[in-house]
Nanobody
Framework: QVQLQESGGGSVQSGGSLRLSCAAS????????LGWFRETPGREREGVAI???????SYADSVLGRFTISQDNANNTLYLQMNDLRPEDTAIYYC???????????????????????WGQGTQVTVSS
């Protein structure tokens, strides 16, 4: 069964760090794009970080240099290391996967959320000032 499950969210102070995990059962990390998105009532849904074929990666400008996406194929887990968190990072974070095969991260990032067919339930990240 293909399923995604996020964990690792929580509440932190501005400048703190969190590491999100996504158990990605049923996915082959070197074939599908996997990524992190976030949603908040005050902001449109946006891609945060995407990893694609050949471990290509793409990031939203707002998180570039602060967040790092990575994968552990042996444990079928996707990670998002979030450093120097800011209040504007507060959101529900979702991991998601495409059905497209062998696409570079830039392709999946440009296609947006619609390209990602499978989604986890989300994990809340709250950053206070």
């Amino acid at each position: 069964q293909v399923q995604l499950q996020e964990s690792g969210g929580g509440s932190v102070q501005s400048g703190g760090s969190l590491r999100l995990s996504c158990a990605a059962s049923g996915y082959i990390f070197d074939r599908n794009c996997l990524g992190w998105f976030r949603e908040t009532p005050g902001r449109e849904r946006e891609g945060v970080a995407i990893i694609g074929t050949s471990r290509t990666t793409s990031y939203a400008d707002s998180v570039l240099g602060r967040f790092t996406i990575s994968q552990d194929n042996a444990n079928n887990t996707l990670y998002l290391q979030m450093n120097d968190l800011r209040p504007e990072d507060t959101a529900i974070y979702y991991c998601a996967a495409t059905t497209v095969q062998y696409a570079a991260s830039w392709y999946c990032f440009a296609r947006g959320p619609g390209e990602f067919i499978h989604w986890g339930q989300g994990t809340q990240v709250t950053v206070s000032s």
